[in-house]
């Protein structure tokens, strides 16, 4: 399966799984505690430092990055059709923020220490009889799915694009339905092979 990671090295990737998630938790319950435009300004030019600080290794994200903005910009807008700007500038800038440290933490970290931070997290439901194993493995599967959608779109989306010269939009999703129920069958097949 396609990943967002990035094997080029920067700064982020030195440090281990568990202190950015962490961070990236902390950072969110900020973001919401934060409840003036300036102060989320300034929360979106850190985080924009923070991206730009990462330099190449941003590019697997580039597209996710740009859908971001734009969305975020159409919420602002939204809001301000509605006479409310400065909570279409609240939530535009929080989606932003949110957004950017998540690709940070996505080109830093493999899917797989993530899974193991997980487990360790998960270790006290064992008492209700619960696998804390399994559990890390199910969310591990969602956030690699999830990577996996984005990196097979912007493939299809390449792949249409030099074939027509347009942009593929709504045309890619029955092919990219198609690819990840033909994944998720390949990766259930091994995971039962593997598992038992």
């Known amino acids: 399966m396609g990943s967002l990671y990035s094997e080029q090295r920067t700064w982020l990737h030195g440090f281990r799984a568990g202190f950015k998630l962490l961070c990236l938790a902390g950072a969110g319950i900020v973001l919401f505690i934060l409840q003036q435009p300036w102060q989320l300004a300034l929360a979106a030019l850190l985080c924009a430092v923070l991206l730009a600080s990462l330099g190449a290794a941003l590019v697997p994200v580039r597209r996710l990055l740009v859908a971001v903005l734009v969305a975020a910009l159409l919420v602002a807008g939204f809001h301000a059709v509605l006479g409310d700007w400065a909570q279409g500038a609240v939530s535009a800038l929080r989606l932003a923020c949110a957004s950017g440290l998540g690709a940070a933490l996505t080109v830093s970290t493999r899917t797989g220490d993530v899974v193991d931070v997980l487990e360790w997290l998960l270790q006290p439901l064992r ?70």
């Open 127 to 196: 008492v209700l009889g619960l696998n804390p194993q399994r559990l890390s493995l199910q969310l591990g599967l969602m956030l690699r799915f999830t990577e996996h959608f984005f990196v097979q779109w912007g493939k299809l989306d390449d792949a249409y694009r030099l074939r027509t010269g347009q942009r593929g939009s709504w045309r890619l999703l029955a092919p990219l339905a198609v690819h990840m129920l033909q994944t998720a069958r390949r990766v259930a097949d091994a995971l039962f092979v593997r598992l038992g």
